[in-house]
């Protein structure tokens, strides 16, 4: 059971950027799909990003109304799993999670939270006009 940790988050203004960290309590490169949610008051949480170590660079996978503004990363050293958020929009307004699955959730259902057993607290994203 991995225990994750997410902090970066704050407030800013429309067009701005910034970067949230998810700590993780062990090793999880190759051993877990790592994911970022969000959820805004009265919405449902909904898949952000998702990150699959192995390979040259890893695997990632996007949200299509975060394609070409968000980036996942990771840093093995630190075991810590990164959203870059830039050209931020008042509707990315929301409470972001960092999950972690079984590493195949992340080549399927990577979006879906049901498929992710372990989360972080959340940290809270403004976005202002």
């Known amino acids: 059971h991995v225990r994750l940790m997410e902090s970066g988050g704050g407030s800013v203004q429309a067009g701005g950027s910034l970067r949230l960290s998810c700590a993780a309590s062990?090793?999880?490169?190759?051993?877990?799909?790592m994911g970022w949610f969000r959820q805004a008051p009265g919405k449902e949480r909904e898949g952000v990003a998702a990150f699959l170590p192995g390979g040259i660079g890893g695997s990632t996978y996007y949200a299509d109304s975060v394609k070409g503004r968000f980036t996942i990363s990771q840093d093995n050293a630190k075991n810590t799993l990164y959203l870059q958020m830039n050209s931020l929009k008042p509707e990315d307004t929301a409470m972001y999670y960092c999950?972690?699955?079984?590493?195949?959730?992340?080549?399927?259902?990577?979006?879906?939270?049901?498929?992710?057993?372990?989360w972080g607290q959340g940290t809270q994203v403004t976005v202002s006009s």
């Open positions: 999950a972690a699955a079984y590493p195949w959730i992340c080549s399927g259902r990577w979006y879906t939270s049901d498929e992710y057993p372990n």
């Open positions: 062990e090793y999880t490169s190759s051993r877990y799909c």
